[in-house]
């Protein structure tokens, strides 16, 4: 929804006519989203203040929309317009007001926000943006909890109906009851079914992270945020995992889902990883909500940049030591080039591609931080993102902006070897990518004996995904699970709906620049490709494609700067 312009009346000496008057401003829009008693769902109203020919929901919610449920008009019906949803009554009748039905839902999109997540205590946090319209009026929300619970929503608390504005690209509201305390970093609500540990863990990691930010950028939060943190069971398997979490004006979201393995007591795994979303979602705060950009292709900018703070926040309150900081640039690294393959990183916001934004911009960043450092030792990466977010006119920066900070900081050589890699690609991005780091005094090594496990799955994935990719009309794609690969598409020849892979040729499936090599070898001949799924079954896959060259560890050698 767009704000409505502030006019200036400038008053003119000598002129003949008034100026001017600005046109009234629409009457606003109410939207009550209640969360029902009966069972877990939710009831939205819409109240307009005039008739509408449609209604038009803006945000990419394509999947999601399918499950909702228009209650009223009766003869109202919602469908898909590419991106957006749109309501239509029949015979174009116009709608005063709207009510839809929406169910509990618990989908990840990628790279999107969740629309309901759940806290192990009961209470569930609600995302507004799905249901924001396209419309030019304000628009206010009200937020109706359950009897006996309560809403948490634009840092109010209220146990009766909490009205507030509208917030662009929407905000989560917490129903339920617990109840927000205030802790150093801002108000939480904690879920009071995540483990003790974990929970002092993080209440005392989180304020560190956004101290260290701060100074090290010289831009503090005008406000402290309000910090909501989940915590549930995840019933795939006992010995499943799973972090995620995000960022909106003022919010800092954490969830975290365990299987019964982890439940048991304290696991140096579960921290380290709950630390690293922390640290990584606390980052957000400067460079996706204090500052923002929307240049596409250039994600690399804030997931990568929140990574590599991330790095330096673990050191900061001693959860990581600098040998394991080294450790994870070199996993990026190799993650990078395993996703690359032979395309350039400004090619990756697609779906099956966005993890190259996080890995390669934190490479990135680590080449940003030494070129920046060779000519001033006292510099680093947060000191010249300080820089950088002083340089962003209305608070929003791009690429160009930091390669020009980049230019005038570390040179003009690194600035040209950053563009050269985020916009090329070609057979020769491994070599490219280590000679890039190289200039800068990073050495790196090839070391494939030492091969970390999420590495070799990484390269396995990525081989299996490019043989999707030829058998499936549409959204080839593979990716890890226990025991096997989920490998197939849309419109896929031979791949049979659900197809879980446990063995490539005679390799096992997770051998990763093996099984790379097997594929790429098969793939050049016209050769098909033998898979044995899950249960037993083989078959197999005639593929043509070419594969890059066969991606490996590579690991950060000797510190030359």
């Not at 101290?211 to 019933?235: D, K, N, W």
């Not at 889902?257 to 982890?262: E, K």
């Not at 393959?341 to 916001?349: K, P, T, V």
């Amino acid at each position: 929804m767009r704000q409505p312009p502030l006019f200036l009346l400038l008053l003119v000496v000598g002129c003949a006519h008034s100026p001017p008057t600005a046109a009234p401003k629409p009457a606003p829009v109410e939207v009550t989203i209640e969360h029902l008693t009966d069972r877990d769902a939710w009831r939205v109203r819409y109240a307009f203040p005039a008739a509408e020919p449609q209604v038009v929901f803006g945000r990419d919610g394509r999947s999601i929309r399918e499950r909702w449920k228009v209650l009223e008009p009766a003869d109202a019906t919602l469908v898909a317009d590419g991106e957006r949803g749109i309501v239509r009554r029949a015979g174009g009748a116009p709608i005063d007001a709207l009510v839809m039905g929406l169910e509990d839902d618990f989908e990840k999109p990628e790279k999107n926000y969740q629309p309901v997540i759940p806290y192990g205590d009961g209470g569930r946090l609600f995302y507004t943006g799905y249901i924001d319209l396209d419309i030019p009026n304000d628009v206010f929300f009200t937020f109706v909890p359950r009897a006996g619970e309560h809403v948490v929503a634009r840092g109010q608390r209220s146990g009766q109906p909490l009205r507030t504005d509208w917030v662009q690209n929407g905000t989560y509201a917490y129903f339920g009851k617990t109840e927000p305390r205030v802790t150093d970093a801002g108000l939480a609500v904690i879920d009071g079914a995540m483990p003790a540990w974990l929970r002092e863990e993080l209440e005392r990691a989180l304020p560190a992270f956004l101290a260290f930010y701060a100074q090290g950028t010289r831009q503090p939060l005008p406000t402290r945020p309000v910090i909501f943190m989940s915590y549930t069971e995840e019933p795939k398997s006992a010995g499943s995992r799973s972090f995620g979490g995000g960022v909106l004006p003022g919010i800092v979201q954490l969830d975290v889902r365990l299987g019964a393995s982890y439940r048991t007591g304290r696991s140096p795994v579960v921290l380290q990883q709950a630390l690293w979303l922390a640290a990584h979602e606390g980052a957000h705060l400067w460079n996706s909500d204090l500052f923002t950009s929307e240049e596409s292709g250039a994600e690399w900018l804030f997931e990568g940049g929140a990574d590599a703070f991330a790095l330096r926040g673990l050191q900061q309150v001693g959860a990581a030591t600098a040998e394991q900081t080294r450790e994870s640039y070199s996993v990026a690294l190799s993650l990078c080039l395993a996703g690359l393959g032979d395309g350039a990183l400004r090619d990756s916001s697609r779906a099956g591609a966005w993890r190259n934004h996080y890995e390669c911009g934190e490479t990135l960043a680590l080449l940003t931080e030494a070129a920046v450092r060779r000519k001033d030792p006292k510099a680093d990466l947060l000191s010249f993102w300080g820089t950088l977010f002083e340089r962003a006119k209305e608070r929003r920066y791009d690429s160009a902006l930091y390669l020009t900070t980049l230019q005038e900081l570390g040179g003009p050589e690194a600035a040209a070897t950053v563009r050269s890699l985020v916009e090329a690609g070609g057979p020769d991005v491994e070599q490219r990518w280590r000679e890039a780091l190289r200039t800068v005094g990073l050495e790196t090594v090839r070391d494939d004996a030492a091969m970390p496990e999420e590495v070799r799955l990484a390269i396995s994935t990525g081989a299996l995904r490019r043989l999707a990719q030829q058998d499936c009309e549409a959204n080839g794609d593979a990716r890890a699970a226990s025991s096997g690969a989920y490998v197939g598409g849309s419109g896929c020849r031979t791949l049979p709906p659900g197809a879980k892979v446990v063995r490539v040729g005679e390799l096992g499936w997770d051998r990763g620049t093996a099984v790379h090599q097997t594929i790429a070898a098969l793939c050049a001949r016209g050769a098909p490709v033998r898979l044995t799924l899950e249960g037993g079954l083989t078959m197999d896959v005639p593929c043509q494609a070419t594969l890059p060259h066969a991606p490996g560890y590579v690991r950060l050698g000797d510190d030359k700067r």
